[in-house]
């Protein structure tokens, strides 16, 4: 069951007219923090991704598939949409079942450092037309604020770095 503010966080995104993957991230951030409050592990990055994708998708967010994904990932994210359709309480044991694996897994899959590369992972496997075309709409979408408070952080950044 996500948190009370990840709802809200959801619900606010949601109205701004953001894209599901954007809401979807609310969970994934939410999912993320519970690794590392240690309430339980996650033996990668990606499984911590995946599982708040998951639960993106039973509260109801409609999170495309990836054009790539096996079709285990598809069955798992149609049972996922089907399950948000007649939310229910889930299967104590059923529940029980999966905290008790998922609290005998590491959390450095939620390290700095292993996020950070398997974002890298993931950019990589895009084109660079597609990835330069995300930075654009990025820098249009700011807005002027959002655009100037980038700059002097990017300015920080290069400083404390001694560029």
């Given at each position: 069951?996500p ?15 953001k ?7 609310e ?10 409050e240690?309430r339980?592990?996650a ?23 990836k054009k790539?994904a ?5 069955k ?24 008790d ?5 590491g ?16 950019a ?5 037309v ?12 700011k807005?002027a ?5 980038a ?5 920080r ?7």
């Open positions: 069951m948190e009370e503010k990840t709802r809200r966080a959801v619900a606010r995104d949601k109205r701004q007219g894209a599901p993957s954007t809401q979807a991230g969970f994934i951030r939410e999912e993320i923090e519970h690794v590392r240690g339980h592990g033996r990668s990055a990606r499984q911590a991704i995946a599982i708040g994708l998951s639960k993106a998708r039973r509260a109801g967010i409609k999170v495309p598939v790539t096996s079709p285990s990932i598809r798992k994210a149609a049972a996922d949409e089907r399950a948000a359709q007649h939310p229910h309480a889930p299967s104590a044991r059923r529940s029980r079942a999966t905290e694996a998922l609290k005998r897994e959390y450095a899959a939620v390290s700095h450092k292993a996020l950070s590369a398997q974002a890298k992972r993931s990589a496997e895009r084109t660079a597609s990835r330069s075309a995300a930075a654009k709409k990025a820098a249009r979408t807005g604020a959002g655009r100037s408070a700059a002097k952080k990017a300015a950044t290069r400083k404390a770095r001694g560029h």
